[in-house]
C-alpha cells in the first residue's frame, strides 16, 4: 500500500458518530473556533483515526478503567507478568499504567486501524513519509550495520553513512593522537560544539550520559568538550571560558548552515581564534557538520574538515549522524560511539521485527496515546534515577513536542482531538524535592521512571547498611508504588493522624508510571535509549496520523526576529526610536522602545571585528 493510502487510516472503519462517553472533553470544542467550517471539521473527523470503530471501542472502555484503581490492579500477577516486557537486557513494567489487558488488546486494534506497522515499514522503505518536504525519513540509517541496505529513492545510502564515519574515525585519531596540530604546533584538546536545537541536544544528552562511564571516562582524559547554542553572550562567555584557543577546535553543527543563533556563535568564535592565532587558524580549528557542504565551504571551513548528512535526517533525529558522532569521537574516541550506534540499531531492528504486541516502543507509544487521547492526561515526566542521564528530558522533550506538537493531520486537516505530549523531567531524586508534590497529590502526570542495575560509580561507605547506589533506587522502587497506591484515610486515621491533617497527608493514588530497567549505562544501552524514545515518538504520530518529521511551528518566531533585527540596527544606526510607521503594534513598540532607551544608556561597545578576549580575562567565571 503507498504510504498516501496508509494516511487515510481509519477510513475503512469508520461509522460516523459523535457520541464521547468520556466525561474528560478529550476532543476539540469545535464550537468555540468560528473560522473553521463545518464541512472542514466533518471532513476532519471522518479521515480521521477518532472515526474508527476501534478509537471508539477505546473511548467506551475509559469508564470501565474509571472504575479500576491500580492498587486492585497491581494485585493481579497474570496481569503484571503480561504487562512487563524483556528484550535486549532491557525490562520494562506497565504493570503500573491504567490499563488491563483487554486496553492493550484494544490498543492493537487502534494500532491496527491506523496502518501502524506498515507506517514503520514505510520508514525504513525510504517512503517520502515527511510529505511536506517531500523526504524521507531515515535516521536508522545512520546506526545502520555496514551490510544493511536501506535506501532513499532506490539507492542504499548504507555506504555513504559509512563512508562518513569512517572519515570521523580518521579525523578524530588523528586529533586525538596529536597527529593533528593547532596553528602553532600544539595539539588539539578541547573541543567547543556549536549548534542548537537537534543540532545539540542529542550530542548534549550523550555526552552527559558519558561522562562519568568508565571506559569512555579513561578515554577522555585530558580532553574537554563544551556545547555553545545560545545565542546570549554569554553562553559563549561560558563556553570559551578558561580555554586557550591553541588548544582548541570548534565543530559547526548545522543541518542547514542558516540557523541565525549558530552562525552568529560560529563567526563569534571564529574571531576568538583568529584574533588570537591569525586568520589562517581556521584550517587548524575549525570543522563542521553539515548538510549544506556549500555554505559550510563559502564561510571559510576548508570542505576537506566539513562532515556531511543528508535531508533525510531530521535535525532531532540525527545524533547518530556526523552531528553527535563527530564531537562525542573527538571527546570519547570512536570505539566507544560505535558501541552507542549498535545500541541504537539493535532497538532499530526491535521496532522493525518484533510484533506489535511485544514491541517495546509501540507498546510505550500506544500507552502514551491511552493516556493523552483517552485518559486525558497531556503531560508525561521522565524521571531517570540516575545522574547521567540528566540530559535525557531536554532531548526528548525536542524530539517528542517537536515532532508532535501539531494541530493538523497529514493531510492537512484540523485535527478534531489535541495531539502531542507536554515532556519534561529531571533525575530522581532531585525531582522528588521539587515538583514530585504536583504529580502525588496534584495533577495526574504519567511518569517514566528509569533505573539501573549496574552503577556507573560504586560507592559503598563502611558503615552504611546499603551502597549510594541502592539508595538512589530505593526511591526509583517506591515513587511508582507511591504513585499507584496512594494512602487513604482509613490509613491516616489508623496511624492516628489528627483529623485536620487527614485531607492533607491522603494521597489518592492511582497515578500511572511506566518502570524502565537497563542492566548499565554504557555507550550501548544509551544508543538503545534514545531509539526507544525516538520510536515512542514516532508510534505516537503514526496513530495520530500526523507527519512528526516536519517543524513548521519554529517558523513564524524567526521571521518576526528578523523583523526585529533590521527594526535594532536602524535604530543604532540612525539614533532613533520605533515609531507608528515601522509597523509593529503598540506593546512592542513601547517594549523595544524601553528596550532601546536603556541600552542608551549603556556604555556600549562599537561594533569590532575581533571579539573581545579581554572580556573573558576580566571577568573570570
Ligand atoms: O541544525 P540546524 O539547521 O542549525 O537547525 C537547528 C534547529 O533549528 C530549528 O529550531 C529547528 O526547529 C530544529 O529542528 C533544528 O534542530
Given at each position: 500500500m ?64 474509571e ?6 490492579l497491581l ?27 483487554d ?5 492493537m ?45 532506490g539507492?542504499?545510502q ?25 596553528a ?78 549558530t552562525?552568529?556563535n ?45 535531508d ?11 552531528v ?9 574516541g ?10 541504537a ?8 521485527e ?37 540530559k ?8 517528542s513536542?517537536?515532532?508532535n506538537?501539531?494541530g ?33 497529590q ?112 519554529v ?41 532601546l ?25
Open positions: 503507498a504510504f498516501s493510502q496508509l494516511q487515510a487510516a481509519g477510513k475503512q472503519t469508520s461509522e460516523n458518530g459523535n457520541s464521547n462517553p468520556n466525561p474528560i472533553p478529550l476532543t476539540r470544542d469545535v464550537s468555540v473556533n468560528v473560522s473553521r467550517s463545518l464541512s472542514s471539521m466533518d471532513k476532519a473527523m471522518e479521515t480521521s483515526i477518532a472515526s474508527t470503530d476501534a478509537w471508539r471501542a477505546l473511548q467506551e472502555h475509559v469508564a470501565e478503567i472504575n479500576t484503581h491500580l492498587k486492585d494485585a493481579d500477577q497474570g496481569r503484571c507478568e503480561a504487562m512487563s516486557k524483556e528484550d535486549m537486557g532491557l525490562y520494562i513494567d506497565f504493570s503500573r499504567q491504567r490499563a488491563t489487558q486496553t492493550i488488546k484494544k490498543l486494534d487502534l494500532a491496527r486501524a491506523a496502518n501502524l506497522k506498515e507506517k514503520i515499514d514505510a520508514m525504513y522503505a525510504g517512503d517520502h513519509i515527511n510529505s511536506t518536504e517531500d523526504r524521507a525519513v531515515l535516521h536508522v540509517a545512520t546506526r545502520a550495520r555496514r551490510e544493511q541496505v536501506i535506501c532513499d529513492d539507492k542504499n548504507v555506504p555513504e553513512v559509512w563512508g562518513v564515519l569512517d572519515r570521523i574515525k580518521a579525523f578524530s585519531e588523528k586529533v586525538r593522537s596529536g597527529e593533528w596540530k593547532g602553532t604546533g600544539k595539539p588539539i584538546k578541547n573541543i567547543v560544539a556549536i549548534g542548537i536545537g537537534g543540532s545539540f541536544l542529542g550530542p548534549l544528552f550523550v555526552h552527559t550520559a558519558l561522562r562519568t562511564e568508565p571506559k569512555a571516562m579513561m578515554q577522555s582524559r585530558g580532553r574537554t568538550l563544551r556545547f555553545l547554542a545560545n545565542v546570549d553572550p554569554i553562553d559563549v562567555a561560558r563556553a570559551l571560558n578558561g580555554l586557550d584557543p591553541e588548544e582548541t577546535m570548534a565543530v559547526v553543527i548545522s543541518k542547514t548552515f542558516t540557523t541565525a543563533e552562525m552568529l560560529a563567526r563569534t568564535v571564529r574571531s576568538w581564534l583568529t584574533s588570537q592565532l591569525g586568520e589562517e587558524s581556521v584550517a587548524q580549528h575549525m570543522v563542521a557538520v553539515s548538510t549544506n557542504l556549500k555554505l559550510v565551504k563559502e564561510f571559510g571551513i576548508d570542505p576537506e574538515n566539513a562532515f556531511g548528512f543528508w533525510w535526517v531530521g535535525g532531532r533525529y540525527s545524533v547518530c549522524s556526523a553527535g558522532i563527530l564531537p562525542l569521537s573527538l571527546q570519547y570512536f570505539e566507544v560511539m560505535e558501541q552507542f550506534l549498535s545500541g540499531n539493535a532497538m532499530d531492528d526491535h521496532f522493525r518484533t510484533p506489535l504486541e511485544s514491541n517495546l516502543p509501540v507498546l510505550m507509544g500506544l500507552l502514551s496515546v491511552w493516556n493523552i487521547s483517552f485518559l486525558g492526561y497531556p503531560a508525561r515526566a521522565i524521571l531517570p534515577y540516575c545522574q547521567a542521564l540528566s535525557l528530558a531536554p532531548h526528548i522533550q525536542q524530539v513536542m517537536e515532532s506538537g501539531k493538523v493531520d497529514i493531510n492537512g486537516n484540523v485535527l478534531p482531538f489535541e495531539a502531542g505530549e507536554i515532556d519534561f523531567g529531571e533525575p530522581g531524586t532531585n525531582g522528588q524535592h521539587s515538583f514530585y508534590q504536583l504529580i502525588h496534584g495533577r495526574v502526570v504519567p511518569c517514566d521512571f528509569i533505573g539501573i542495575v549496574r552503577s556507573q560509580q560504586s560507592v559503598y561507605l563502611k558503615d552504611e547498611i546499603v551502597s549510594n547506589h541502592d539508595e538512589l533506587m530505593c526511591n526509583f522502587f517506591a515513587q511508582a508504588d507511591a504513585l499507584a497506591y496512594g494512602k487513604s484515610r482509613e490509613e491516616l486515621r489508623s496511624q492516628n493522624v489528627p483529623d485536620y491533617l487527614i485531607p492533607h497527608r491522603s494521597f489518592t493514588g492511582n497515578r500511572p508510571s511506566t518502570s524502565l530497567l537497563l542492566p548499565e549505562l554504557s555507550a550501548y544501552t544509551v544508543g538503545q535509549v534514545l531509539a526507544l524514545y525516538e520510536h515512542q515518538v514516532a508510534v505516537q504520530g503514526f496513530v495520530w496520523n500526523i507527519n512528526s518529521f516536519d517543524q513548521w511551528g517558523e513564524l518566531g524567526k521571521v518576526l526576529a528578523s523583523r526585529v533585527r533590521q527594526m535594532i540596527n536602524q535604530s543604532r544606526n540612525k539614533h532613533r526610536f520605533v515609531n507608528n510607521s515601522d509597523g509593529f503594534n503598540y506593546s512592542t513598540t513601547r517594549l523595544l522602545n524601553k528596550y532607551q536603556g541600552k542608551t544608556q549603556l556604555l556600549y561597545p562599537e561594533p569590532r571585528d575581533v571579539f573581545p578576549a579581554e572580556l573573558l580575562e576580566h571577568n573570570p567565571l
